[in-house]
C-alpha cells in the first residue's frame, strides 16, 4: 500500500503538533497552572468519583455540566456546548463550517497553533494576517480580507497566545461588525486578563467564545466551554461525538463550579507572578519581555535563542521555543510557575546568558 496515495495533501504536508516530553525538573512550557489541587479538593473528587458507573456509557452531551455552566456564565444552557478540551471545540467548529476555495478560515500571525493545524485538517484554507510590530492585530489588513475572502471562521485568542496581550477590544469589534461569518473569541487565558466578551453575546449573533479548564488547574480534564448563539449550538451538536467527555471530567468539572473560588484564589498567585517575572526579565540586559495578560511572558534574546532553550533545558528548566521565522524569530515563551519555580528559572537565565 502506499500511505501517501491515501493521506490528504493537508495532513502530509503538516508537523503533528509538538509537544516536549517531560524530562525537566521544571516544566514551563505549556502554559498550566503550576499549583497542586486547593485543599480538600482532592478528597471531595475522590468521594465522588468512587460513585461513578463504569460500565456506562457517560451521558451524552453533559447536560448536568452544561446546566453548571449555564448558571456559571449567566447564559442560557442550549447557548454551551461542552468539548474535550478547547482543541476539540475548534475542531468542531471546523468541521461544521463551510469550506470555500478562496479562504475560508482567518487569524492573524503568530498565534494558537491549533487554529491553522485543525483548519488544513478539515480542508480548509487559510488567511493568515501578520501582527503589526506592537503585536496588535494589523485591523485594516483583516477588515481588507474580509471584504475580499469572506472568510467562514475567525479565530482570535483574547490574550494571544503567544505573545499575551489582550488584543484592542474595537478593534475586535469593528470585525465583529464587518464580518458575516463566525467570530471565534478564545478567552483560554481570562482568569489571567479579566478582560472578556462574555457580555456582548446579545450584541452580535456571529461572536462565540471559548473557555477552557486547562489554565485553572485542571488541564488534565480535558474540559472546554463554547458560548454561542442557540442556532449554531443546535448545528454543532450534531458534529459532537455523543460520548465526548468521559464521566471523570464531567463530574470534577461540576466540582469546579462548586467550589470554583479555590481554584481562583491560585489564578490570583499566577497574576502576583507574572508581574515579578516581568520586573525580573526586564532587569536581566538583553532580555526584552513583552507584557502579558496571560499567565506566560514572550520575551526576546540578544543571543542565539536555541542556545538559551538548550542550556536552560541542561539546567532543569523547560521553556517553549518556536521555530517560525516571523517576529517570534528570537523569542521564548516561558509559562509563569511557583514562586520557586520563577526563583530557579531566573537564576538560571542569568547564567545563561551573563554567566553569572
Ligand atoms: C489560545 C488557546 N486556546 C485553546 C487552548 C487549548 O485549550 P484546551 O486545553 O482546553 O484544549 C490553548 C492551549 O494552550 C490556547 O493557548
Known amino acids: 500500500m502506499n500511505i501517501e496515495k491515501i493521506i490528504k495533501n493537508a495532513v502530509l504536508s503538516q508537523e503533528a503538533y509538538p509537544v516536549k516530553e517531560n524530562l525537566c525538573r521544571i516544566k514551563l512550557d505549556a502554559n498550566e497552572n503550576p499549583y497542586p489541587l486547593p485543599p480538600g479538593m482532592k478528597r471531595i473528587i475522590s468521594e465522588h468519583l468512587s460513585a461513578v458507573s463504569l460500565n456506562r456509557y457517560p451521558t451524552p452531551g453533559s447536560p448536568g455540566l452544561k446546566a453548571d455552566f449555564a448558571r456559571y456564565y449567566g447564559v442560557d444552557e442550549d447557548m454551551i456546548l461542552i468539548g474535550n478540551g478547547s482543541d476539540e471545540l475548534i475542531h468542531i467548529l471546523l468541521t461544521a463550517v463551510n469550506t470555500s476555495t478562496s479562504g475560508s478560515v482567518m487569524f ?3 498565534t494558537f497553533a491549533m487554529y491553522r493545524i485543525s483548519a488544513l485538517n478539515t480542508g480548509h484554507s487559510i488567511i493568515e494576517v501578520p501582527l503589526d510590530n506592537h503585536l496588535e492585530l494589523d485591523t485594516d489588513a483583516m477588515l481588507g480580507a474580509i471584504s475580499d475572502k469572506e ?3 475567525i479565530f482570535l485568542s483574547y490574550p494571544n497566545n503567544p505573545t499575551g496581550k489582550c488584543f484592542d477590544r474595537n478593534d475586535i469589534e469593528k470585525i465583529l461588525e464587518a464580518s458575516g461569518g463566525l467570530v471565534i473569541v ?3 487565558y481570562f ?4 478582560k472578556t466578551f462574555m457580555r456582548d453575546l446579545d450584541r452580535w449573533d456571529n461572536l462565540v467564545i471559548l473557555r477552557t479548564l486547562s489554565k485553572v488547574g485542571l488541564a488534565a480534564l480535558r474540559l472546554g466551554i463554547l458560548i454561542g448563539h442557540p442556532s449554531l449550538v443546535h448545528h454543532l451538536n450534531k458534529v459532537r461525538l455523543p460520548y465526548n467527555v468521559n464521566i471523570f471530567s464531567q463530574v470534577i468539572g461540576s466540582l469546579f463550579v462548586e467550589h470554583s473560588e479555590k481554584f481562583l484564589d491560585l489564578t490570583d498567585r499566577i497574576v502576583s507572578g507574572r508581574k515579578w517575572l516581568f520586573d525580573e526579565l526586564t532587569a536581566i540586559e538583553g532580555i526584552n519581555p513583552y507584557p502579558s495578560d496571560a499567565n506566560f511572558i514572550l520575551f526576546s534574546c540578544f543571543m542565539e535563542k536555541d542556545d538559551v532553550y538548550e542550556r536552560l533545558m541542561d539546567r532543569g528548566v523547560l521553556v517553549k521555543s518556536f521555530a517560525s521565522p516571523d517576529i517570534l524569530k528570537n523569542c521564548i515563551r516561558v509559562t509563569v510557575g511557583t514562586e520557586e519555580e520563577n526563583r530557579e528559572f ?7 546568558v551573563h554567566g553569572e
Do not use: K
Open 108 to 110: 492573524p500571525t503568530p
Open 151 to 153: 472568510p467562514s471562521l
Open 186 to 188: 478564545d478567552e483560554a
Open 191 to 194: 482568569n489571567f486578563s479579566g
Open 346 to 352: 531566573i537564576e538560571a537565565l542569568n547564567v545563561v
